[in-house]
C-alpha cells in the first residue's frame, strides 16, 4: 500500500507543481496577469486522477479486488496530503526565491481590473482593503502555507471523496482473478 500511495502521491505532485510553475510564470510575466485560473484547475483534476489510479490499483492488484470506502479514502487522503504537499513546497521556493514581489505585483492588477470594470468608489475600496489583508497574511511564513494547502487540499479532496465512493467494492467479484 505504501508503494502504491508514494509513487501516485509523487506523480499527482508532479503534475500539479509543474502546472503551477508554468501558470504562475505566464501570470508574472504578462503585464495583464493573464493566465488560465480554468487551466489551473484543470491541472489540479489531472494531477488528483492520480488518487483514483492509485486506490484502484491498490484494489485490484493488492486486495484481491475489494475495499472499503475508508481504506479507498484513507489511500486518496494520503495521496492527495502528498501531491498538496510538493505543491506548497514548490510554492514556497518559487515565492520566496523567484517572485517575492507577486502579492505587489498581484494586488495593482486586481486593483486595476475592479477600477477598469467600473467598479464604484466603495468597492474599490472594500477590494483593496481585502488585497492589504493578503499581504500582510503573506508576510508571515506559515500563512503562506495555510492559504497555498487552501487552494489545493479541497481538490483533492473531493477527487478523493468520489473516488472513494466510486471505487469501493465489499465483495470479490465473481469473475476477478489475480493477475
Not at 500511495?5 to 509523487?10: M, P, R, S
Not at 471523496?161 to 489475480?178: G, V
Request: net charge positive; proline share 3%; aromatic share 12%.
Amino acid at each position: 500500500m505504501k508503494k502504491t500511495i508514494l509513487i501516485n502521491g509523487l506523480i499527482a505532485g508532479f503534475i500539479v507543481t509543474a502546472m503551477m510553475v508554468i501558470s504562475s510564470a505566464l501570470c508574472y510575466n504578462d503585464p495583464n496577469f493573464k493566465g488560465s485560473m480554468v487551466l489551473g484547475y484543470l491541472g489540479m483534476l489531472l494531477a488528483f486522477s492520480f488518487v483514483f489510479v492509485g486506490i484502484k490499483s491498490y484494489r485490484d492488484k493488492h486486495n484481491s479486488g475489494v475495499i472499503t470506502f475508508g481504506k479507498a479514502f484513507k489511500i486518496g487522503l494520503l495521496i492527495t496530503l502528498i501531491a498538496s504537499t510538493a505543491y506548497v513546497a514548490v510554492w514556497l521556493v518559487e515565492y520566496y526565491f523567484f517572485i517575492p514581489d507577486f502579492m505587489e505585483k498581484y494586488t495593482a492588477h486586481i486593483l486595476k481590473q475592479a477600477a477598469e470594470s467600473g467598479a464604484t468608489v466603495a468597492e474599490i475600496q472594500a477590494q483593496t482593503n481585502e488585497m492589504e489583508m493578503y499581504k500582510e497574511w503573506y508576510k508571515n511564513p506559515i500563512l503562506v502555507v495555510i492559504l497555498t494547502y487552501a487552494e489545493v487540499l479541497p481538490i483533492g479532496l473531493i477527487v478523493t471523496l468520489i473516488s472513494a465512493l466510486i471505487l469501493k467494492r465489499n465483495q470479490k467479484p465473481e469473475n476477478y482473478t489475480t493477475a
